[in-house]
T-cell receptor, first 119, second 114 residues
């Protein structure tokens, strides 16, 4: 079974600074996807960034980037130039890549990190 | 129609009752998944429907059941409600059963069982 661990329940950062959120996971699978989702007070989960395990290059989306270390099973999220609107819960999630006729693409989430961006 | 819409947004039920939560998926999304998010926790997978058939299930008892309809809407039914069923229930849709681009989530239904 796969597990996802986020060891930082809460973090805070000053506006315009950089913050890194940690995520580790445990799996015996070789093909999978990793995601970071943001959940603001509106409750809707919003995809921030995704990484395919077979790609060595770290994913980047504007101010958001990841440090994917497959051997260490680590997937951290870096937010640069933090903005007040980045305040939210951040969830790291794992999804096993579907085998032909195999399992569905369900997400396995960590417990989340509450990020507060201070003015 | 774009986005995923869930109804109601909040609901209070009594232990032992039954509840139906509804989700309207993004147009064209033939896969819908339901997640339970307890307070202070990450979402947990309940089940997934693909083209109106159950396509996988998490570690939830049979009193959690679902339906998916041809018009991209779906339901989550919970029978014999227990206090521990109090949670945020999230619906998520995607174009494929394996959403490599991630799911589109709704804003959830907050269920309180008293």
């Amino acid at each position: 079974a796969q597990t996802v661990t986020q060891s930082q329940p809460e973090m805070s950062v000053q506006e315009a600074e950089t913050v890194t959120l940690s995520c580790t996971y445990d799996t015996s699978e070789n093909n999978y996807y990793l995601f970071w989702y943001k959940q603001p007070p509106s409750r809707q989960m919003i995809l921030v960034i995704r990484q395919e395990a077979y790609k060595q290059q770290n994913a980047t989306e504007n101010r958001f980037s990841v440090n994917f270390q497959k051997a260490a099973k680590s997937f951290s999220l870096k937010i640069s130039d933090s903005q007040l609107g980045d305040t939210a819960m951040y969830f790291c999630a794992f999804m096993k890549r579907r085998n032909y006729g195999g399992s569905q693409g369900n997400l396995i989430f960590g417990k989340g990190t509450k990020l507060s961006v201070k003015p | 129609e774009t986005g995923v819409t869930q109804s109601p947004t909040h609901l209070i039920k009594t232990r032992g009752q039954q509840v139906t939560l509804r989700c309207s998926s993004q147009s064209g999304h033939n896969t819908v998944s339901w997640y339970q998010q307890a307070l202070g926790q990450g979402p947990q997978f309940i089940f997934q429907y693909y083209r109106e058939e159950e396509n996988g299930r998490g570690n939830f008892p049979p009193r959690f059941s679902g339906l998916q309809f041809p018009n991209y809407s779906s339901e989550l039914n919970v029978n014999a409600l227990e206090l521990d069923d109090s949670a945020l229930y999230l619906c998520a849709s995607s174009l494929r059963a394996e959403p490599v681009d991630g799911y589109t989530f709704g804003s959830g239904t907050r269920l309180t069982v008293v």
